[in-house]
């Protein structure tokens, strides 16, 4: 293995090479032409530049030109700053002057979104469809290839990525243009991808999934590299049959969306053969494979990469596997005092017996591995490895046999009846419900003390919500923890995600049982789901004024 390939030294390499690079609708460059846009990218932006390492933010859609200006930052030292263009005014406005943008490039149809916003150090902003950015790139057609000489350091940053920011504000992860290049390389022991596949590439390129497990394996073997400017369930097929691709990656809740359409006799008519990505739930990934005949190899990984799981032949169903590096110490810690947890106890139905002791934070002992840091916020960064561990903010708990189990991130405790538990094996369970096509599971304040089990459900657009068949349904699964039965059920036709469709529970929590959508509640544990109504929301809100837990109501919870 190559452990001084950067982005630019891969570019280079694909000086003179016909195969086909960048696929986008009716565009297409082969990877000759890829290097070549990248090094006129390169040029034209060195002519716009005021600083030497200058921070670069992309507005754009998943496009060649994304593409192409990640490949000028490459050979120039810059740093490329993905913007979430789901974020919106003071956030977004955050996300810039946070990473000290210089250079802000979009499009038209985005460069509102940053109208009469503070951007801080921004003193350049280019319209890629404008007729001013098409003659700047004009001028510098004939730029010379770069010479090895002049390329970065290994260890200059290439990307600003930002996590997804379900559970606080992003933070921007440090990407070097080694480590870009290399994570292509070992992805790609993972996934098989070679040459001779066609990757689809349906996740957004400001995030991590998209670039580190699809992109750069497609560069690293020059493989074709297919892009849609959004993620569209609709259109997944049709995409993949369209362009024969082979190979796709996938984070959150994309498997169960592409799931949500309806089925066909053709669904098994396409080319694919493998997919990569993380967190779609055990009985999705059965349901894909199934239906679409092609194997999904799921991992838990992150932008980070400090810890990195993935399943083998032997995992049981709904671990995650083990450890990629075996030299790895991952370990699952009670985060308070450090110690080790115990390893989980199950019942004879995959019950877990003991969360309480087994559930603790997935740590890396070994430390931050391939971990660059946070762009300024050194705190973030401080906590992540404090201890000499990496602290990965996810629950997890391990089974005898060491196989690690996925339950959700460090906000999704809940405590019922003096009892802790997680919500990602709940919400497992709740995915095997007839028409459910997401669920999220969450704590909401009980009226005199600790929490009460909130979920969610987003149902596919046929079904409609039983509450007498979800009720017999919970008592037919027999790995449902005795405190699980959730005393709220919220129906919805869209759960909040963030732009890498990761399931965004802040809103939720936040407006609890204050809500438009249909909620059903129990009055008692034991009793059947009935509507919520007015005068019922009125009277649990007395309830929580009268054990003088008001300060825990919901925001904007008057009624």
């Given at each position: 293995?190559?452990?001084t390939?950067?982005?630019a ?8 090479d016909d ?41 754009l ?17 810059a740093?490329?700053?993905?913007i979430?263009p ?21 499009d ?17 902003t280019?319209?890629?469809d ?24 290994p ?14 504000a ?7 243009t080694?480590?870009?290049a ?5 992805a ?10 066609v990757?689809y590439?349906?996740?957004?390129l400001?995030?991590?999934?998209a670039?580190?497990?699809?992109w750069?394996a497609?560069?690293?073997h ?15 097929l ?7 691709c ?8 994309t ?24 967190e779609a ?6 349901l ?12 838990y990984g ?8 993935n399943l ?32 989980a106890r ?8 003991n ?18 840091g946070y762009?300024n916020?050194?705190?973030?960064t401080?906590?992540?490895?404090r ?10 708990y ?20 003096s ?20 669920v999220?599971a969450?704590p ?42 959730p005393r ?13 469709n ?6 939720l929590?936040s407006?609890a049982?204050?809500t ?44």
């Open positions: 293995m190559d452990t390939a950067t982005i030294s891969q570019l280079r390499a694909r000086i003179g195969h086909l690079g960048y696929v986008l609708d009716e565009q297409r460059y082969s990877w000759d032409e890829v290097a070549r846009q990248s090094v006129i990218r390169a040029s034209a932006l060195e002519s716009v530049l005021e600083s030497k390492v200058p921070h670069i933010g992309v507005l859609e998943n496009t060649p030109e994304y593409l192409f200006l990640a490949g000028g930052a490459a050979f120039i030292g740093t490329i700053v993905g979430n789901t974020r919106r005014g003071a956030e977004l406005a955050r996300d810039i002057r946070h990473t000290d943008c210089q250079i802000i490039i979009t038209s149809s985005q460069h509102a979104l940053l109208e009469n916003l503070d951007l801080g150090n921004v003193h350049t280019l319209i890629v404008s007729p001013d950015y098409i003659s700047l790139i004009a001028r510098h057609e004939n730029a010379p290839m770069r010479d090895v000489s002049q390329d970065p350091n260890s200059t940053p290439l990307f600003l990525l930002f996590t997804s920011g379900s559970t606080s992003p933070k921007a992860v440090v990407c070097s080694s480590r870009m290399m994570s292509g390389i070992r790609s022991e993972i996934t098989g991808v070679t040459r001779d596949d990757c590439s349906p996740m957004p400001f995030h991590g999934n670039l580190m497990a699809n750069s497609a560069l690293a020059g493989a074709t590299f297919v892009m849609r400017r959004k993620f569209s369930a609709t259109n997944f049709d995409d993949v049959r369209k362009h024969d082979t190979f796709f990656t996938y984070v959150g809740r498997i169960a969306y592409i799931l949500g359409q309806p089925e066909t006799t053709h669904d098994k008519q396409h080319k694919l053969r493998h997919a990569f990505g993380t739930s055990a009985l999705d990934r059965q894909f494979e199934q239906r679409f005949g092609c194997h999904l190899i799921e991992g992150s932008s980070e990469s400090a810890i990195v799981i083998t032949p032997d995992s049981p169903p709904g671990s995650l596997g083990r450890p990629r590096n075996p030299a790895d110490d991952i370990a699952v810690v009670d985060p308070e005092t450090g110690t080790e947890c115990v390893a199950f019942t004879e139905h995959g019950a877990i017996i969360p309480t002791q087994a559930i603790g934070e997935l740590v890396n002992r070994n430390g931050g591995g391939v971990f660059e762009y916020n050194a705190p973030a401080d906590a992540r490895l201890r000499g561990w990496y602290w990965s903010g996810d629950l997890a391990r089974d005898a046999d060491g196989f690690f189990y996925f339950a959700g991130r460090d906000a999704d405790w809940l405590r019922v009846d009892e802790n538990f997680a919500t990602a094996p709940l919400e497992e369970i709740l995915r095997r419900f007839a028409g459910v096509v997401m999220a969450y909401v304040p009980d009226p005199r003390t600790g929490d009460q089990v909130m979920v969610t459900l987003e149902m596919a657009p046929d079904s409609i919500f039983d509450p007498v068949a979800f009720d017999v349904f919970l008592l037919s699964q027999r790995d449902l923890g005795t405190k699980w039965a709220f059920v919220r129906v919805t036709n869209a759960i909040p995600l963030t732009a890498n990761k399931v965004n529970k802040n809103p929590r407006e049982w204050i438009s959508d249909q909620v059903w509640w129990r009055a008692a544990k034991d009793t059947a789901l009935e509507p919520l109504t007015l005068d019922l929301t009125k009277a649990l809100h007395q309830e929580f004024h009268q054990n003088q837990r008001s300060a825990f109501l919901p925001a904007g919870a008057s009624v």
